[in-house]
């Protein structure tokens, strides 16, 4: 039968946990036999996994000490101390995937009529009942930690009249889905772990025997493992990290009386000088880090207790930023680091989004993963970087199909027929641990293609991460519950939550390995034998921690189940606080103003738990920071900042300027040129270009050449001279879909399927104009025309070759030449108004139709002028079907433009690059945008403020900040 | 004894508080009297609209009490504004409260407020249950894949006819764009519409079209239309011309060139060329006009239905992809919570809150938009309706705060009509009050104030272009009802200057307000001063220009970092890692230090792909490894040299950025590269020059404002205009605004232009406004010149400016145009220097680190079994891990196989504890069976064998040993290197010798690898033989680590320590082996 908890005070004068060890030793060995330290039979539940460790080394020294052999206790946390005290552990148990997939299932197995009350809008997909499953599932287990199933909730509930009336409907159709989960469960020999317990403690199953169980440091218990406690025969010691004189505060468990922790112990309060106030997270994680390094230089052990974890990673910065890679000491987070952040689950990562997506970005996305575009280039043995080809793709194409890309680039072809491989294996209904396995085990293949060569520090990266999903691939059992893609989709993101311990890179600091500043949770942080303590990011919100909301855990709720309630945790972590201060010789406590988005923060109540004038002028020290004398701690810098910011770069000084000289130039570049010689000089003579990616839609070229070819094949084909508006219209539009068949046909992309069928509409209102401009007697005589010899422009004695292709010449009836130039833009403008600027004396901006006179020399009898225009294919028909804008000028015009093309050849040759001109459009070119700095701020402001353009919406980002 | 106050003592109120009238001061005074008054801290909801304002007020409730209870003349001063008595002991006492209950004080942003009401009814709405705020990057993704996925969804016919519809009939190439820029301007009006087509229907033509006929009759009047005549009786030469010209677009049925003609546009004058038009021709002018008018109403139309139905498509299948996410803004949550109307009902909505509102204070109360007031409203009206006593013994209570004039937030959906009718909608609420104290202004700067924004309607810079009064006027007049004369309370000096800058263009803007800081720090080293701008695009250079000049400045409110040269190029960086190709990336990477840092870069820039490419593989490695944080303070290790301090500075904000973008995991380059662009970031310092927007100086204040950037024109209309029934009844009528000619021949649409310009220049005006009065001593105002036509006709803040201070003045390039006649420079000598900033950093360095005895616990774990010398195992089959864990519980049964058989009933409890099928059950037991009936294994697990190999292990055959037996023992000691070294061995038998010394010990470990299926001989196919020597290998290291441990515990020499491996999956006789 069993005993009387025996609880023991291990005192306050030093930190408990060697003490805990002492005393564990002693009635260890009455259970050992002789030269020994037998504690194979005792279990020792503690708050955390660095308590654990630190305890077995204190035991293993002890033994060491006393030359006893050791054989190991069972160490645990609270959470599985359930199911050690019941034998559950080896039971084949739903894990956390398959039961949420269950109980998705009971939602969605519930008619919408019936859930309604509970949840208004009941899902229809699996994922969306995932989402709801998960809050049941959260209730689920918090209600059998205290011996609760729904039902049993109803009951309660029933008998508590204050409640709204529509709460208990809520609660019987809750217990209905529970109920439906675990049967489905039960069918499949499967156990739901909390509904387990349940079942095994009213059989009263207790099944494995030990001789002592210690709960060491537990502050709090749920009802569930105190009956089971009280149910073991094992013996069981409480050790209390407290002084005895505080026996009252504590109940029989030796867990902390919420009555009894109301309020604080007299004289175990933080003072003023432990107490620092800090702008932001970043500014705290300096101090803390910087004031554990005071402690340790006065020969303190240290640790920091993280109360807010997200400053673990800004005291990384902070060491990082002071001592680089060569720090002497290091942040080690306690809770370890997410899984997420390592590249082979990346890798895995991208390669499961991939196999959902299996569209051109997400193939983008897997192969900017380095290992994934070695291993997979070396799988599928390409020759050339497939990112390189991709780039290539994407100027031509929009959203392809991977099929097509396949098709049509040989060199990707073998990739993708290996991905494709890869999805036909994987993405198939099986069980979760099937598609789990077969996953990983793809993984593994790729990274077994790179083994051999990748160092060793990249092996043992694999090997932890492939561990740790090995750990976490789902129990066995034979059900495909959910469509593939997305059972995908939920196993890697259940997999995302894994952490991983938090080890430096030993391969990397080649066996000088750093000490280490442990970085603890807010529970395992009071029984750390360290002396000195660092309490990063106290405020209100984490500490005291608050009972997290859940829609149908209402506070009166709760209050009804006796559940735990705010005023139970403010008492627990009041005493935690205590036990944190009381042992230590030296305590720093940071609360930050603001968080680190700059919201505003506020220190926890347990740092004001003072009255009077202490609480007062703590509460001005922290609210206005001028009032506040406390000294802030930073590291020092080993990065300095130099003189001169080397980063403010002279766009039009390169890094290397081209020497080489312009030689030809395309009737296009002169405008330009005299739109930009800066852009020109990148442009032409450096060839810079810049990709966008993302790109949903045909941009203006690619539109533009859509069309061009459209009418290029009409015009070289059967009915170019037809006068038929329809039999015109037929062939332009047979085109036009050919095309785009052949270079969109599989597009993903919605939006290019309206552009194509735009884009035929277009022509098709062309059709009527041309069908009257050949009964004009108008004929096409060349299309896509350029000299057969390259033309050249004379200036000062030397030519320049002109470049360029002439879209269309046409021969009238009287024979006269017409040079012509398609024009797709949504509006089209005539020539003179795109070539000449306005004003009383226009100046040239663009020279492209007189320079076809350059160009087609040899095409026009001597001294002809020809006629020179565009034909537009704009968005809207032209009021009078005029498709036609003429130019008009005559020989002196033509004589003025070709002098202007000399004059811009001049300057070319002159090297003449340094002035931008018009800037860049930033959303369209943001990365030469970005390149040009601040001269494209001065023109683009200056642009702006002139055209008044001014963006009303002002303050739009600010606006966010509630 | 007195006859009670019948009045309560916090009667609900209105107060309406111009700025600088000590708004929070009313507010947070009013709080504390109900804290005074015995009101329990969470009874009260006081809501304000950043979490920054929402900050300031428990602050300043805080140090209010805080300074009561430490100081008698504080809390005398506190009493006095409570008009209650208090002593120190009770404001201590108050102080403690409201403390102890920091939880459950309702100070929040009113969008915080509506978060908690969502979670309180999570499963009952429209939401994600675990919904959360999207950031700016994922929704902005998440519409681009919402508009594709509307497309998609679309039927091709009516897609097409949409897009073209949305095109004005024409066939635009863009497409996505053009939807997006429908999700911008169009969704407000949608959802206020409640997407009813009808409303968008409202603009139709006022006439009716002609048909061909009737217009080819017109055109030939047209033909013979009379003109006006010269003197000489000839037909007008002017005329004649608009003639042709209209008879030839006439002709071509160019609609909006028919209006824009100059003859059409003097039917509606009446004259041309300063002539009557004569009536005949005015008749034959007119049917063209009405024509064109009723054609291009009919396009306006059919585009105001496509917009509608578009912009409801685009709305539902950005609500889907919400969904599918989980991810919400904060626009929606008052939305969803009013598809379930809570009035009526308000008891279980305190219930679900777990508190029941007594009293709510409501702030900046003019930004309420009318989906947050549609859910306010139910609650105040319930609390004004009831005026019983609480148990506080003071009836419930409403208290708004707010000032029309400061309504900034009108175009994200902010009502100031809400305020300005509040004491209408809600009559309980009294009559407002109005507060016209300035409390921080000089009376120089509340003059001008009065000055530039009294009878604004009479302003000329407010009238239409064409001098009508239209709009411009009409806000004028709004804005004149609500301006009451501002009054100095406190007896600053000030100055007011009016200047104009050199040029209109930017330089010289900047260079003008860049003069006038320099001037103004000239002569006080401690003046606050702050550069207000309308717009984000001038602050990095405003910034530079004066730094260049000397001054101390800073840009507040946040730009994004990519502000900083070294930031910008990071994002090429980025941009390159994705886009091997870009050489436009890899050119401005190799421009900077950061080409270097990468340890790729030659030197010289090269167009050929090789190096970017090299580069961006090296940035690829770097995201992956390290993370982008990571990778960014590697790289600046190596040329944190090649920056300056600012630089610096932001690029550790950078790296703070990167971090917390990355705080779940890391994000494509993509992402972060959209992230860095477009996530602002404040660039902290105790700099005295501060330069940021109008909109981010609201609530601030500053011994001088500096505005350079008065010209922009008033008025420009975003998106379509939206006519309602009253103020803020339900939306009658939508309409793009369509263009100025039409307008002339719509009357409708003209008026419906006329409110809306009326209400966009009313916002204008609180810019205005606001901008002005954060002065506290001194005003620079600068213009731009006059341009070469004279004073612009155009209505700008600089107009109006002009016309109320200067309004004869020419304004000449950088003279002076008016300056208050008050104007007394040496303000200065007022301005406070600023307290002492607090004791000064002290630095530690990492390298005082001194190691902590005792403390350290890294632990190892034995290497796993999965590692091989060429990568991880695959993953078995399924099924093996249960019958690999089943196998070993089996084996764990046997003590020693020659003494006694183990319990066939524990191994049936043990396979059917472990869920097996009765099928999979039966076969593992008979392969137990014939596994402790194999000889080898038999002799391994036999006392007696184990003795004889545990003598010769220790040497010492023939001597009496006794053996221990251990199963599943679990060990822990240190290794080498003094870490803790764990785990658990299957089977381990220690030797004794007589005298109780351990000599010998043996492990055993079971592995239950199933031998391959030899019968298939398949090529490529593992031989058994090869398998078998591959599992040992494998085990071996191990073994290794079991030996070493087991030595270490048993203080035993690890060669007298033997290890075998059990291979139950391997043919018999080749099971136990020797390792
Ligand atoms: S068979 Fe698959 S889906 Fe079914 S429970 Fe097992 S692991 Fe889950």
């Known amino acids: 039968m069993a005993l009387p908890i025996h609880r023991q005070f291990l005192g306050w004068d030093a930190p408990p946990l060697p003490a805990a060890a002492q005393a564990l030793v002693e009635l260890g060995l009455e259970y050992s036999p002789r030269g020994e330290l037998d504690l194979a039979r005792t279990l020792i539940v503690l708050p955390g996994s660095r308590a654990s460790r630190l305890l077995l080394a204190e035991l293993v020294r002890l033994a060491d000490e006393r030359g006893l052999l050791l054989s190991a206790p069972r160490l645990l946390t609270p959470g599985p101390l359930q199911d050690a005290l019941l034998g559950l552990a080896d039971r084949p148990r739903a894990d956390a995937l398959l039961r949420l997939s269950i109980w998705a299932d009971a939602i969605l197995r519930t008619d919408r009529a019936t859930l309604a009350p509970l949840i208004a809008h009941p899902p229809d997909t699996h994922a969306r009942a995932a989402e709801f499953a998960r809050v049941l599932i959260r209730a689920h287990s918090e209600l059998a930690g205290h011996g609760l199933r729904f039902r049993d909730a109803v009951d309660r509930l029933g008998a508590v009249p204050e409640l709204p009336p529509d709460e208990l409907p809520r609660w019987t159709i809750a217990a209905g889905v529970q109920e439906r989960a675990c049967a489905t469960l039960g069918a499949m020999s499967l156990a739901d772990p909390e509904w387990a317990r349940l079942d095994a403690l009213s059989r009263g199953a207790c099944a494995r025997a030990y001789d002592l169980v210690a709960l060491v440091g537990i502050v709090d218990l749920p009802a569930l493992p105190r009956r089971l406690l009280s149910a073991n025969s094992a013996r069981i010691v409480s050790l209390v990290a407290a002084p005895a004189g505080e026996a009252h505060r504590f109940d029989e468990f030796g867990c902390v009386s919420a009555r009894a922790w109301a309020t604080p112990v007299p004289g175990v309060r933080p003072s003023d000088d432990s107490i620092v106030f800090t702008g932001n997270p970043a500014e705290g994680a300096e101090h803390a880090v910087a004031a554990a390094i005071r402690c340790a230089s006065r020969g303190l052990s240290v640790a920091i207790a993280a109360v807010d974890s997200g400053w673990i990673t800004p005291m990384k910065r902070a060491l990082e930023r002071s001592a680089g890679p060569s720090a002497p000491v290091r942040v080690r987070s306690a809770a370890g680091v997410p899984i997420a952040h390592e590249p082979f689950f990346q890798f895995v990562s991208a390669l499961s989004a991939h196999l959902i997506e299996s569209g051109l970005e997400s193939l983008r996305a897997l192969l900017t993963h380095p290992d994934a575009a070695d291993a997979l280039a070396r799988r599928a043995m390409l020759a050339a970087d497939p990112l390189a080809t991709l780039d290539r793709l994407t100027r031509r194409e929009v959203a392809p199909e991977l099929s097509d890309v396949a098709r049509r680039h040989a060199e990707l072809a073998p990739l993708i027929a290996e991905l494709t491989r890869l999805r036909t294996d994987i993405l198939r209904p099986q069980p979760f641990h099937r598609l789990a396995s077969a996953l990983l085990n793809a993984a593994i293949e790729l990274a077994r293609e790179l083994w051999t060569e990748r160092p060793r520090r990249w092996q043992e990266q694999v090997r932890v991460v492939v561990d740790a999903l090995r750990a976490a691939i789902p129990a066995e059992c034979d059900v495909a519950p959910v469509p593939p893609a997305e059972a995908l989709a939920l196993l890697v993101s259940e997999w995302r939550g894994l952490a991983l311990p938090d080890e430096p890179d030993y391969a990397a600091l080649g066996g000088e390995v750093p000490d280490e500043i442990e970085a603890l949770g807010w529970l395992e942080s009071a029984l750390d034998p360290s002396e000195a303590l660092v309490l990063a990011g106290v405020s209100e919100g984490r500490v005291p921690t608050p009972v997290p909301a859940h829609p149908l855990l209402t506070p009166a709720v709760r209050r009804a189940l006796a559940l735990p309630t705010d005023a139970d945790l403010v008492a627990r972590d009041r005493a935690l606080l205590a036990q944190m201060l009381a042992p230590r010789r030296e305590v720093v406590i940071l609360a930050a103003r603001r968080d680190a988005e700059g919201a505003p923060l506020w220190p926890s109540r347990l740092l004001l738990d003072d009255d009077g004038p202490t609480l007062a002028e703590r509460v001005t020290r922290f609210v206005e920071p001028r009032a506040d004398r406390g000294v802030p701690l930073v590291l020092t810098r080993s990065l300095k900042a130099g003189a001169a910011d080397r980063f403010r770069i002279d766009p039009a000084r390169p890094a290397a300027e081209s020497d080489e000289s312009v030689t030809s130039m395309r009737v296009t570049d002169f405008r330009l040129y005299l739109e930009s010689p800066l852009r020109f000089y990148l442009a032409r003579v450096l060839k810079v270009e810049e990709i966008v990616p993302g790109v949903r839609e045909l941009d203006a070229l690619a539109f533009g050449t859509l069309v061009h070819d459209a009418l290029k094949g009409f015009s070289a084909g059967p009915d170019r001279a037809s006068d038929r508006a329809d039999q015109i219209a037929a062939a332009l539009e047979r085109e036009v879909r050919r095309l785009a068949g052949e270079r969109y046909g599989t597009t993903r992309s919605p939006a290019v399927r309206v552009q194509i069928e735009f884009a035929a509409q277009r022509l098709r209102e062309l059709a009527d104009w041309q069908a009257r401009r050949r009964a004009q007697g108008w004929e096409i005589i060349e299309t896509e025309w350029s000299p057969r010899t390259p033309a050249a422009l004379e200036v000062d004695g030397a030519p320049m070759t002109i470049t360029g292709r002439i879209d269309r010449i046409d021969r009238g009836p009287d024979g006269q030449i017409a040079i012509l130039d398609y024009k797709s833009g949504n509006e089209v403008q005539p020539p003179a108004e795109t070539h000449l600027t306005k004003g009383n004396a226009p100046a040239w901006m663009d020279l492209q139709l007189p320079l076809y006179t350059v160009l087609a020399r040899e095409l026009l009898p001597p001294g002809a002028i020809p006629a020179l225009g565009y034909i537009a294919v704009p968005r809207q028909r032209p009021a009078d079907s005029e498709h036609l804008l003429l130019a008009g000028w005559g020989a002196k015009h033509i004589e003025d433009a070709i002098d202007a093309a000399r004059e811009v050849v001049r300057r070319v040759r002159r090297r003449e690059f340094t002035e931008l001109g018009r800037p860049v459009r930033a959303e369209y070119q943001p990365i030469i945008a970005a390149y040009l700095g601040e001269k494209f701020l001065a023109q683009a402001a200056t642009a702006d403020s002139e055209s008044g353009d001014d963006a009303v919406a002002e303050g739009g980002t600010e606006g966010g900040a509630s | 004894m007195s006859v009670p106050d019948r009045r309560s003592p916090v009667p609900s109120t209105v107060i309406l508080a111009s700025a600088g009238t000590g708004k929070t001061f009313q507010l947070t005074g009013r709080f504390i009297r109900l804290l005074a008054m015995g009101v329990p801290p969470g009874a009260i909801l006081a809501t304000t609209f950043t979490r920054k304002a929402a900050g300031e007020i428990l602050g300043r409730v805080l140090t209010r009490l805080a300074s009561a209870a430490r100081d008698e003349k504080a809390c005398d001063a506190l009493a006095h504004a409570i008009e209650l008595p208090l002593d120190r002991a009770h404001a201590a006492r108050l102080l403690r409260a409201v403390i102890d209950e920091l939880p459950r004080i309702a100070v929040m942003t009113i969008d915080a407020f509506f978060a908690r009401l969502v979670a309180a009814y999570a499963l009952e709405l429209d939401l994600p249950p675990g919904w959360r705020i999207g950031d700016a990057v994922e929704l902005g993704e998440l519409v681009d894949r919402a508009l594709l996925r509307c497309l998609d ?876 020597q591959g599992r040992i290998e494998t085990y071996r290291s191990q073994m290794d680590a079991y030996r070493r441990a087991a030595s270490r515990v048993l203080r035993l020499a690890p060669e007298r320590i033997g290890v075998r491996l059990l291979m139950l999956g391997a043919h018999p006789g080749e099971r136990s082996v020797d390792v």
Request: net charge negative.
């Open chain 2, 153 to 1028: 969804a679309m039927p091709e016919a009516v897609r097409a006819d949409l897009l073209r519809e949305l095109h004005e009939g024409g066939y635009g190439r863009e497409i996505v764009p053009t939807l997006l820029k429908v999700r911008q301007d169009a969704t407000t009006a949608w959802r206020e519409s409640r997407g009813d087509e009808a409303v968008w229907s409202q603009i139709q033509a006022l006439h009716a079209p002609m048909d061909r006929a009737q217009y080819e009759r017109a055109l030939g009047d047209l033909l013979e239309m009379p003109l006006a005549q010269t003197k000489a009786g000839k037909d007008h030469a002017g005329w004649v011309k608009a003639r042709a010209k209209l008879l030839e677009v006439a002709r071509s049925q160019d609609w909006p060139a028919v209006l824009k003609s100059t003859l059409i546009g003097a039917v509606l004058s009446g004259e041309y060329y300063k002539q009557a038009v004569p009536a005949a021709a005015l008749s034959v002018l007119r049917a063209f006009g009405e024509h064109a008018s009723a054609v291009l109403t009919a396009r306006l139309a059919m585009r105001n239905r496509a917009y509608c139905r578009a912009a409801g498509e685009i709305d539902r299948a950005v609500a889907f992809e919400k969904l599918a996410r989980g991810v919400v803004e904060f626009d929606d949550l008052p939305r969803r919570l009013l598809e379930r109307p809570f009035e009526g009902d308000l008891d279980h909505l305190y219930y679900r809150l777990d508190a029941r509102l007594e009293h709510v204070l409501l702030d900046e109360f003019q930004d309420t938009s009318l989906d947050q007031f549609a859910l306010l409203k139910p609650l105040l009206e319930e609390i004004l309706a009831d005026q019983e006593a609480t148990k506080s013994g003071l009836p419930r209570s409403v208290f708004v705060v707010g000032d029309v004039k400061q309504s900034l937030y009108q175009w994200r959906g902010a009502s100031p009509e809400i305020l300005g009718t509040l004491a209408q909608t809600l009559p309980g609420l009294g009559e407002p009050r109005t507060l016209s104290e300035s409390w921080r202004s000089s009376a120089v700067v509340l003059d001008t104030v009065n000055r530039a924004l009294t009878d604004v309607a009479s302003n000329p810079a407010l009238l239409d272009s064409d001098g009508r009064a239209g709009a411009g006027v009409e806000a004028g007049r709004r804005w004149d009802e609500r301006f009451p004369q501002h009054v100095a309370r406190k007896g600053l000096r000030g100055s007011a200057v009016l200047s104009v800058a050199n040029s209109k263009a930017a330089p010289d803007l900047v260079a003008a307000a860049v003069h006038r800081a320099s001037a103004i720090r000239a002569r006080s080293e401690h003046a606050s001063i702050a550069v207000l701008v309308r717009t984000r695009k001038l602050i990095p250079w405003l910034v530079r220009d004066l730094l260049a000049a000397g001054l101390d400045a800073s840009q507040e409110g946040g730009n994004p970092l990519t502000d900083t040269p070294a930031v910008s190029a990071f994002v090429s960086m980025l941009h390159l890692a994705d886009q091997p190709g870009d050489t436009a990336a890899w050119l401005h990477v190799s421009s900077t230090p950061w080409a270097r840092a990468l340890g790729v870069f030659s030197g010289t820039y090269s167009a050929h792909p090789s190096e970017a490419r090299r580069a961006s593989e090296a940035v690829r490695v770097g995201l992956a490894c390290e993370g982008a944080a990571g990778l960014l303070g590697r790289l600046l290790r190596e040329c944190a040299g090649e920056t300056d301090v600012a630089s610096l500075r932001r690029l550790e904000q950078l790296s703070q950025i990167l971090d917390r973008a990355e705080a779940a995991g890391p994000r494509s380059a993509r992402e972060l590269v959209r992230f860095i662009r477009e996530t602002p970031v404040e660039a902290p310092s105790a700099a005295r020059v501060r330069v940021m927007t109008i909109h981010q100086s609201k609530g601030l204040e500053f011994d001088a404002v500096i505005l350079p950037e008065l010209g922009a024109g008033l008025g420009k209309l975003r998106g379509p205009m939206v006519v309602r029934d009253g103020a803020r009844g339900p939306v009658r009528a939508v309409s793009l605004p369509g263009n100025a000619e039409l307008r002339d021949w719509h009357e409708p649409l003209r008026a419906m232009y006329d409110s809306a310009r009326a209400q966009e220049i009313g916002g204008e005006l609180c810019v205005l406004y606001v901008a002005l009065t954060r002065a506290r001593h001194a005003l620079e105002m600068i213009v731009p010149p006059d341009g070469a036509t004279g004073k612009s006709t155009a209505s700008s803040a600089a107009m109006i400016l002009r016309y109320a201070l200067a309004p004869d003045a020419g304004a000449s390039p950088g003279a002076e145009l008016w300056r208050h006649e008050d104007s007394d420079p040496i303000w200065t000598d007022e301005v406070e220097a600023p307290g002492d900033v607090g004791p000064s950093p002290v630095e530690v360095s990492p390298s005082q680190w001194a190691q902590a005895s005792g403390v350290r616990a890294a632990v190892a774990s034995p290497p796993s079994a999965h590692e091989r010398s060429d990568g991880p195992e695959p993953i078995l089959p399924s099924g093996s891990r249960l019958r690999g864990t089943a196998g070993h519980r089996l084996m764990e049964l046997v003590e020693w196989l020659d003494a006694a058989q183990p319990e066939e009933r524990e191994a049936r409890d043990i396979v059917r504890a472990l869920g097996l099928d009765d099928g999979q059950a039966r076969e593992l037991l008979d392969r137990w069976r014939e596994w402790i009936a194999d000889e080898q294994i038999r002799v391994t697990l036999s006392a007696h064998g184990c003795a004889e190999r545990l003598a010769s292990l220790a040497r010492l055959t023939g001597a009496h040993l006794s053996l221990s037996l251990r199963r599943e023992w679990m060990f822990a000691t240190r290794d080498a290197q003094g870490r803790i070294i764990r785990g658990q061995i299957d089977r381990i038998v220690i030797a004794r010798d007589a005298g109780g010394e351990v000599v010998a010990a043996e492990i055993v470990d079971y592995k239950t690898d199933p031998a391959p299926n030899t019968s298939v001989d398949g090529h490529g196919q593992t031989t058994y033989r090869e398998w078998l």
